[in-house]
């Protein structure tokens, strides 16, 4: 099956909650609760699921939840859900409120430009490991990746009509560790 561009990741189940059915969500959405409003949800694998109930989870988190799926009873069935990560399409979402506002879906194929306007990558992907989010690029020339924090201080501009953001990298940004002589690795 071909892999589709046109969905936007809004949410993922986690573990079971209980012996009913029942399954805890985390929200990507700007509204956590606004995810059961998107009917149906789509997984990777096309399957698709129609959230009949949520509400927030204990511990405090605004972006947890817990949900009831349709068709979902059983405590197995809402293990199978575990790790499943929702979608839906993107133009089903409302246009962002300001200029300024976009989708972090929006920045993948975008060109990375130094500060002088000289091509150094293109965005491939927007991970968050935790800690804030990534800038995924794969250089102009051939090679591996590089990640670079999505803040201010390294992209200070973001053009989404014209196709581009402009980063503040380092010289040696693309260049692979290499440990420094003497220095151990072990």
């Known amino acids: ?95 962002p409120d300001d200029e300024d506002e976009f989708l972090l879906a929006d920045l993948i194929g975008l060109t990375v430009q130094n500060e002088a306007g000289e091509p150094i990558g293109t965005i491939v992907n927007v991970p968050n490991y935790g800690g804030g989010d990534l800038l995924e690029i794969t ?9 670079l924090p999505f803040t201010k201080a390294f992209v200070p501009t973001v053009d989404i009509a014209g196709k581009r953001v402009i980063a503040a990298v380092p010289g040696d940004f693309f260049d692979v560790g290499k440990p420094e002589p003497g220095e151990d690795r072990a």
């Open 1 to 95: 099956m071909e892999k589709r561009t046109d969905l936007v990741l809004v949410g993922e189940f986690g573990r079971s909650h209980g012996l009913k059915g029942e399954v805890r969500l985390k929200s990507h959405t700007g509204d956590p609760q606004a995810i059961a409003g998107y009917k149906p949800l789509i997984a990777a694998n096309s399957k698709t699921y129609i959230l009949k109930n949520v509400r927030q989870a204990p511990g405090g988190e605004a972006d947890i939840l817990i949900a009831l799926v349709d068709g979902v009873t059983t405590r197995e069935a809402s293990e199978a859900l575990n790790r499943v990560q929702l979608y839906v399409e993107r133009d089903r979402l409302p246009p």
């Open 139 to 147: 250089p102009a020339q051939k090679g591996p990746t590089a990640l």
